[in-house]
């Protein structure tokens, strides 16, 4: 796509006031994700429901992510980097607002749907711009900055909210959010300039019939089945075969279109896929530890809320600083020497994880926490960076939208699998002992569980470093335009 590398070449695009329009937009949106959870013990007795309906919340904004971001590749080629940026923040504004004031939980519902709607445009469109305005050699630091965000901002919503429901109710971290999301919009407005041309290509509807059944049925089956429905269940088993058929058949279909609606070519590049395969095994290992870790703070040691937040503060904050400093090592040094690193740094803390019990101090917890962090932060950026340069600049948007799907998917089924193991763990543990109903014999059992959960987590990371053995540098010296 010549245009992509006219505009990449186009001296007056200017990139910081672009980068600092998404980075902002991309903060709050993806700091929402997350700030929920630590509210969800006040929806369930404030709405009177359970706790796999409360699950929903996140579930749901997964899954209209999983199901809207593969269309993205396509809708980027339709419309103008300014036309996409604007209705996503449209989106984002109307969500929260409709939350802030949502009076039950479908209303809350709808509105968590209609915010990833606006995160499900924002992120890939964010990822494509970063690839057609930044040359190759310099791309490290500025996906190091991006990575900032949507590693910090998820890390610091449970804290953030744990403060804000200390003395307001739920409603206020949707109150929050709104002023700044308004002035991402007013930013964008001024800043926000037309990267690419459109090129409008032919839409197929059956594709996208194909790909949202896919994707909607295998997170939607997996996320059911880390909801407590178990992995026997009828729904369960139906709607990942079903989700699997479907990404089968569209995926024959693309390799057969001349025009695909995703170009799965992407996949004939070694690093690309190698790059996709070590970002799936940090999303599964990090989602399941983020959502495994509040739940044993607050069960197993008995900690409140806010307490719980304040521990996962450091880690968050250290990733957020170390995201754009690993981007420029990566930049000077390329991918193996911070991946292999990091990766095995991550298979350590998921061990120290495993071995925690009621006794377990919080400064072992909070440097644990660090650690996984620092090595996510040397694993996630470098490995995404390096699979992306290697495509040619056609396939951007097709590159980044594979990746923000798998990546959500692999969020989904890391969290289910974590917290059925958990569950599966407490139970066996249970029936070892005569009192099931003693508090102190529920607490070892849930204890007993955490551990599980973790070394399940080791398995994946080990996994991951057998994957990053693999890994070169691309070569980019000849695409740097």
Request: positive net charge; contains cysteine; hydrophobic residues 55%.
């Amino acid at each position: 796509m010549s245009n992509q590398q006219n505009a990449a070449m186009d001296s007056n695009i200017k990139a910081l006031p672009i980068i600092t329009s998404f980075l902002i937009a991309g903060f709050i949106g993806l700091f929402s994700e997350t700030a929920l959870n630590m509210a969800l013990r006040d929806l369930i007795t404030g709405f009177g429901i359970h706790e796999t309906t409360a699950q929903w919340l996140t579930t749901g904004y997964l899954l209209t992510l999983g199901v809207l971001v593969p269309i993205s590749g396509l809708i980027l080629q339709w419309f103008t980097t300014r036309q996409l940026f604007m209705t996503s923040l449209v989106f984002s504004i109307i969500g929260t607002f409709i939350a802030a004031i949502a009076p039950t939980f479908s209303v809350l519902m709808i509105a968590r749907v209609v915010q990833a709607v606006g995160t499900a445009l924002l992120l890939p469109l964010m990822f494509n711009t970063i690839l057609v305005i930044i040359p190759p050699h310099k791309r490290g630091r500025s996906m190091g900055i991006i990575g900032l965000v949507i590693m910090f901002a998820p890390a610091v919503g449970p804290t953030v909210s744990g403060l804000i429901l200390k003395t307001l109710t739920w409603h206020w971290i949707f109150w929050i959010s709104l002023p700044l999301l308004i002035v991402a919009l007013v930013f964008g407005a001024f800043f926000m300039q037309n990267v690419t041309k459109p090129t409008k290509p032919k839409i197929d509807i059956f594709s996208i019939v194909l790909s949202t059944i896919g994707f909607g049925g295998i997170v939607y089956g997996f996320s059911s089945a880390g909801e407590g429905g178990g992995w026997g269940s009828s729904n369960v088993i139906f709607a990942i075969a079903i989700g699997v058929v479907a990404l089968v058949a569209f995926s024959i279909r693309q390799v057969k279109m001349d025009k695909p609606m995703l170009n799965l070519n992407a996949f004939k590049y070694p690093m690309f896929v190698i790059g996709l395969l070590l970002i799936l095994v940090c999303m599964m290992v990090m989602l399941s530890a983020m959502m495994i870790l509040p739940l044993y703070l607050q069960t197993s040691l008995a900690l409140s809320t806010f307490a719980a937040g304040l521990m996962l503060l450091p880690g968050g904050i250290i990733n957020g600083i170390l995201s754009p400093v690993m981007g420029g090592l990566f930049d000077r040094f390329g991918p193996k020497w911070l991946v292999i690193p990091g990766l095995v740094i991550v298979a350590g803390t998921m061990y120290g994880f495993s071995t925690v019990t009621l006794e377990t101090s919080t400064g072992f917890i909070v440097g644990l926490h660090i650690a996984l962090m620092i090595g996510i932060s040397m694993i996630m950026m470098p490995a995404q960076t390096n699979g992306l340069n290697q495509l040619p600049p056609e396939l951007y948007p097709d590159g980044t939208a594979i990746m923000n799907t798998l990546q959500q998917v692999a969020g989904a089924i890391g969290t289910a699998i974590g917290i059925s193991i958990l569950s599966s763990g407490s139970r066996s543990f249970l029936e070892t002992v005569s009192d099931q109903k003693d508090p102190l014999n529920q607490v070892l059992a849930f204890t007993n569980g955490v551990q599980h959960a973790f070394i399940f987590a080791i398995i994946v990371a080990v996994i991951g470093l057998v994957i990053s053995f693999f890994i070169k540098r691309v070569n980019v010296e000849q695409r740097a335009h």
